[in-house]
């Protein structure tokens, strides 16, 4: 194979993904940039856009998310109900920070000295082998460690989700009140209930030890290596 | 909900016998469809077949030297010593391909194939080393039993590379 | 008093020029929304259009030593050879970066890659006058290869240094090693892409010029055979113009 061949299989994958590109519904200002980038250079921009793709299905980043539909929603008369903009931004990095603990903790728990069935099974061992109370209770901490960060985990992104929810209901709200020319009387309800789920992420980060970096802190201390029992 | 689990276990898999893979097809590149098949299979075997080869090799060396950490330990660190080594070789394995083939030279296949395995061998074995050696007592009884057993191993895989090449 | 509107700009992070002002003036910033993974895909969208402007101005004015249609050849090249060698060597850095037990995020590596890039193409469109002064003044065609290349050296010196700045504040783990690894990458690949896009200078005596040559080997085959012509061996009378047959 020379490099003819190699030229054209790389401008068929450029080409399929072009044409993926441009079929998928998108901003119509980008596509056409997007779809020849990607038929250019597919191995470079191609993570992006997959990247990008990934966020608009589930969950988007979520501070974008929230100053973009607060600015949609400021068009409207549900301007009154938002507040200023100093808030705002400190609204907006405390939704950056959650998301980022999210991922913090997903990318810990992937590694394999956070895997829980290990972590059970050198308890299991240790209790087999008869160690010491000393070893047995340190790998029984790492287990509740393991288990602590995933129940934060969980905690975060349950919010996060919630949050992304309320914000999806507000922007069509702010469609409704738009059109009708007058605030909803539940719109003021729903925009008090984002910003104060919002402001709860930080009592959570304050709340919970393990957000503010304890959790590596006492989980490197638990997982050393138990001593070996005395022969 | 957000994110999904990774089995790391899997992953591992995929970057120890997919990374020499990717490398071996990009070396077969010169020499048309059935030498990148036949390479894709062959790397992967060389790598896995001469860590097997040789691992139990560095352990009996390590503990004679009084530096060996439990053998489960030597193990999972030659596993993950192969992950590091295979995600280098999947990186490089793009790189390979295009300058392979736009290369008239068969000795420049050797020259590259042997810089790209050789630089791969090399992160592999330094996620090895800092994987297996702590402490600075350990790591002086360590380095003569490591640095003999890395100067056969390469000396050996270097020569079973240059007679896969184009196989 | 500032509006909501002020806070979050029209186009939120899909402003061209301000991405290019932060990458010229506020580098800590721009290495900053790297690490925090912001709209990484605008970000790289403008990179990416920056490095094919900075370039192609750059590329034109090699192409201008010729003239005519080398100059629409050189400025569609030289963006052409990096991003070629950028989308080559993509997964390189990440897979260092994961074997070698630093964070490995393929956007953010890339993120930085194509800032570095961009930054480089800049500082070659700022030195695009001096080429053209040089082709203006009827400097000969080696001086100008000379010319060029201290144009690239300058750029890629400038690149290079927020490539280390980005890798050193993403994670403590070996960065040398790193960057000594991709460079060793990029500049293999580069050298060899350069030379299969080539020409961007064109000898004088080529009668037309050509979007590309034939291959002619490698250009480590090439540095071998040069090396040898400087010690006197020749194995041909002289080297082949374009379309005509390279006879070993």
Not at chain 1, 31 to 59: C, H, K, N, Q
Not at chain 1, 142 to 156: C, K
Request: glycine share 8%.
């Amino acid at each position: 194979m020379r490099l003819a061949e190699l030229g054209s299989l790389y401008a068929l994958v450029g080409v399929g993904c072009a044409l993926v590109v441009a079929l998928r519904p998108a901003h119509r200002s980008h596509r056409v940039l997007d779809a020849v980038l990607m038929m250019a250079i597919w191995p470079v921009y191609g993570p992006f856009l997959i990247a990008r793709w990934s966020e608009a299905d589930g969950s988007m980043d979520s501070e974008v998310a929230f100053l973009a539909t607060l600015r949609r929603a400021q068009g409207t008369p549900l301007a009154a109900l938002l507040p200023d903009e100093r808030t705002v931004r400190l609204l907006a990095t405390r939704l950056r920070v959650a998301a980022g603990k999210v991922d913090e903790i997903d990318g810990l728990l992937r590694r394999p000295e956070f895997d829980e069935r290990d972590a059970l099974r050198r308890v299991e061992e240790l209790q087999s082998k008869g160690a010491s109370d000393n070893a047995r209770s340190t790998a029984s901490i790492r287990v509740q460690n393991i288990r602590r960060l995933r129940s934060l985990r969980d905690r975060f992104a349950r919010e996060l989700d919630e949050v992304g929810e309320l914000l999806k209901q507000l922007e069509t709200q702010a469609e409704v009140v738009r059109l009708a020319g007058t605030p909803d009387p539940g719109a003021r309800d729903l925009v008090q209930e984002i910003l104060s789920r919002v402001e709860g992420l930080d009592h959570m980060l304050d709340d919970d030890p393990y957000a503010s970096g304890f959790a590596a802190w006492s989980f490197a201390t638990a997982s050393r290596e138990p001593p070996a029992p005395p022969r | 909900m957000r994110t999904r689990e990774t089995n790391w276990r899997a992953a591992y898999l995929l970057a120890a016998v997919g990374g020499p893979a990717a490398l071996g097809a990009a070396l077969g590149v010169p020499f048309g469809v059935r030498a990148i098949l036949t390479e894709s299979v062959l790397l992967p075997g060389l790598v896995l077949g001469l860590t097997l080869m040789m691992a139990p090799a560095l352990y009996i060396g390590m503990s004679l030297a009084g530096a060996a950490p439990p053998a489960m330990q030597v193990g999972a660190s030659v596993g993950r010593a192969l992950r590091a080594s295979g995600l280098v070789m999947a990186g490089l394995a793009p790189a390979m391909a295009f300058l392979l083939a736009t290369t008239l030279s068969h000795a420049f296949v050797y020259v590259l194939g042997l810089l790209a395995v050789g630089g791969a061998v090399a992160a592999g074995l330094r996620a090895l080393w800092v994987d297996l050696v702590s402490g600075p007592a350990r790591r002086l009884r360590a380095i003569p039993v490591f640095g003999l057993w890395c100067v056969v191993s390469l000396g050996l895989g270097a020569h079973l590379f240059i007679h896969m090449i184009g196989a | 008093m500032t509006t909501l509107s002020q806070t979050i700009p029209e186009s939120y992070g899909s402003d061209f020029l301000h991405t290019i002002d932060q990458l010229l003036r506020d580098v800590p910033g721009v290495l900053q929304r790297i690490r925090d993974a912001r709209d990484l895909a605008t970000l790289a969208r403008a990179m990416i259009v920056t490095i094919v402007a900075g370039a192609g101005i750059f590329g034109a004015s090699m192409g201008a030593y010729r003239g005519g249609l080398q100059v629409l050849y050189a400025g569609l090249k030289l963006p052409l050879a990096l991003l070629l060698t950028t989308a080559v060597c993509a997964p390189s850095l990440t897979a260092l970066n994961a074997a070698l037990g630093r964070q490995a995020c393929i956007r953010r590596d890339l993120s930085l890659l194509l800032a570095s890039l961009a930054r480089t193409s800049l500082v070659l469109a700022a030195q695009a006058p001096m080429v053209l002064l040089a082709v203006r003044m009827g400097v000969s065609y080696h001086a100008i290869i000379l010319l060029v290349v201290a144009c690239c050296a300058a750029g890629a010196v400038v690149g290079l240094s927020l490539l280390l700045r980005g890798l050193r504040t993403s994670d403590a783990g070996p960065v040398l090693a790193v960057a000594l690894a991709l460079l060793t990458v990029f500049g293999f690949v580069g050298s060899q892409m350069s030379w299969t896009l080539r020409p961007f200078v064109l000898r004088p005596r080529t009668p037309e010029p050509t979007f590309v040559r034939s291959l002619e080997g490698s250009f480590f085959e090439a540095v071998v055979t040069s090396s040898m012509s400087a010690r006197g061996v020749y194995w041909r009378s002289s080297a082949p113009l374009p379309g005509e047959e390279d006879v070993r």
